[in-house]
């Protein structure tokens, strides 16, 4: 066996997404599951590689997909983000361990947000120096952040808001996301929705809700014969290098970047592209701030103009790299570990399945996933079609 | 009576101990390095700098400036009754390695919170828990411009 053969993004699927569906989370991974693989043109039988995008230690959840899918030897265990899943998945196809992998991922009723969790009735006791042991949570930690950027920068709440008003537009494009049914939202409706956590108000900040998704990968060979015109990985790459919400180290924007820098020029480096080659991208924007923050770690700007940047209309639809089309984690999805929507939405691009949202001749796509800290777990995966 | 604490506390270990007796004594303690000297926060088994595990607890100061703040308004389950409150970062002011501590800020006017603001630990014993927590205040009293 070849040990360069190329790997292929086969087969996507997104279930339903929405607040509270009244659906079992395995009932959404199956359905996710059966819909990528009858989109690649695959059986279940031809699954050999696992990456469940949200698994429990020693690789539980992955034997109980193995004995689910039939009791055949698995013989790639991943996990990680849907950009890290995806890379790393393609890398062992390329290596000859594995065929055929999936990576998937579903929410039910579970979440980040402060309404998720119930008042207990005696004080919980959290590891060591837990963010919740001082009234933080996900939103406070971005919002330092943010407060910190607009300290330095002197970005503004109308700059990140902008963020937001894009991504809508495209929700509103896009009839499978949650927040497009509600219409376009103005910087105005940004800056003055509530304030969860100064300076993110409501609309700065990523929506929760349920739903799944999953993704299939062949190797070239299987690729070429299945339903849809295979994307190819070209690239990809993972990193981290802060503790889960615990370290906060100073300088937090140095001038040579952290992991979204370090997996990015990995990513465009194996992949022999450059950025000025990218004609679309999804981006993980759990917050507005995040999206600024994502175009300069990966080198679209300096740091400091990733306002400016989004103001000159890059990332618009008709922009110069149409960003988070589908919606992004602001307006289209977030389900428990959204990262592999940014990889589907850009299969879909590259397929020219995207109807009112396609970006036209799009050849070359990126996709970021991050979380888990702010900025500190990130991966990178570049996709073409030939 | 006083009402039951619902909110986190920490899980004390043989590796954090020495900082949480500290905070029981009125003191903040860090980890500094015996080996280069660096300060590292929050406190891991080794170094982070030099990967030494010849690490001492040291009492600090107690003092910095807030790094970044955010005035919070939807607090997660038992921190929704104290809303609005300040979530803050503070660059401890011992060197060479800024350390900077999550924490809350009391007695300070929401629109005198600044990046830059010096302050100072507080002790709070929990009662009815075998835990002391550690809040910030201003170092010197800060009035309102009105408004907060």
């Not at chain 1, 000025?276 to 175009?295: G, H, K, P, Q």
């Not at chain 2, 986190?8 to 390095?33: H, K, T």
């Amino acid at each position: 066996m070849s040990t360069t053969r190329r790997a292929a993004v086969v087969g996507v699927y997104t279930t339903e997404q929405g607040k509270r569906l009244g659906r079992t989370k395995v009932s959404l991974e199956l359905e996710a599951i059966k819909g990528a693989l009858a989109d690649a043109g695959l059986a279940h039988t031809d699954v050999d590689g696992l990456s469940p995008l949200l698994a429990e230690p020693w690789s539980k959840t992955h034997m109980y997909w193995a004995e689910q899918l039939g009791e055949r030897p698995i013989t790639y265990i991943g996990t990680g983000q849907g950009e890290g899943a995806v890379a790393k998945a393609a890398a062992a196809i390329s290596a000859g361990t594995c065929n055929v992998a999936l990576a998937w991922v579903a929410n039910a009723g579970g979440g980040n947000a402060p309404g998720s969790k119930a008042v207990p009735t005696a004080a919980p006791r959290l590891p060591d120096f837990h963010w919740e042991i001082q009234g933080a949570y996900m939103t406070p930690l971005y919002a330092l952040w943010a407060q910190r950027y607009m300290h330095e920068f002197g970005a503004s709440s109308e700059d990140l808001a902008q963020v937001a008003v894009i991504h809508r537009d495209h929700a509103v494009l896009n009839p499978d996301s949650v927040m497009g049914r509600k219409g376009p939202v103005t910087i105005e409706d940004v800056v003055n929705s509530r304030m969860v956590a100064d300076p993110l108000h409501l609309l700065d900040c990523s929506i929760e809700n349920d739903g799944g998704y999953a993704l299939v990968l062949a190797a070239e060979d299987i690729a070429k014969d299945c339903r849809k015109t295979p994307v190819w990985v070209l690239g990809g790459a993972e990193a981290t290098a802060t503790d889960v919400y615990q370290t906060f180290n100073n300088p937090w924007f140095p001038e040579e970047g952290k992991s979204v820098r370090r997996c990015t020029d990995m990513a465009f480096d194996i992949a022999g592209v450059s950025r000025s080659e990218i004609d679309v991208a999804n981006l993980y924007d759990c917050f507005t701030i995040t999206m600024l923050r994502n175009l300069e770690e990966m080198g679209f700007c300096k740091i400091g103009e990733g306002a400016e940047y989004v103001r000159e209309g890059h990332t618009r639809l008709g922009g110069s790299m149409p960003c988070n089309t589908d919606g992004g984690l602001l307006s289209n999805s977030h389900n428990g570990n959204p990262s592999g929507m940014n990889v589907i939405e850009v299969v879909r691009q590259l397929r020219g399945e995207c109807g009112e949202r396609q970006v036209a001749d799009a050849r070359i796509g990126l996709a970021l996933g991050q979380g888990g800290s702010v900025h500190g777990l990130a991966s990178t995966v570049v996709l073409a079609h030939d | 009576m006083t009402a039951p604490y619902l909110k986190p506390l920490p899980q004390i270990s043989e590796e954090n101990r020495p900082f949480w007796d500290g905070l029981s004594a009125r003191e903040f303690r860090g980890p500094r390095c015996r080996s280069c000297g660096q300060f590292g926060w929050v406190p891991y088994p080794a170094c982070r700098n030099c990967f030494s595990t010849d690490i001492e607890w040291v009492p600090l100061s107690g003092r910095g400036v807030i790094y970044s703040y955010s005035i919070v308004h939807r607090g997660p389950a038992a921190f929704a009754g104290d809303v609005p409150y300040v979530v803050v970062m503070v660059e401890l002011d011992e060197q060479p390695q800024p350390m900077i501590v999550l924490g809350q800020l009391d007695d300070c006017p929401l629109d005198q919170v600044r990046v830059g603001l010096p302050v100072s630990v507080t002790f709070h014993d929990i009662p009815g828990e075998d835990v002391t927590l550690y809040r910030f205040s201003p170092s010197a009293p800060v009035g309102s411009t009105g408004g907060g």
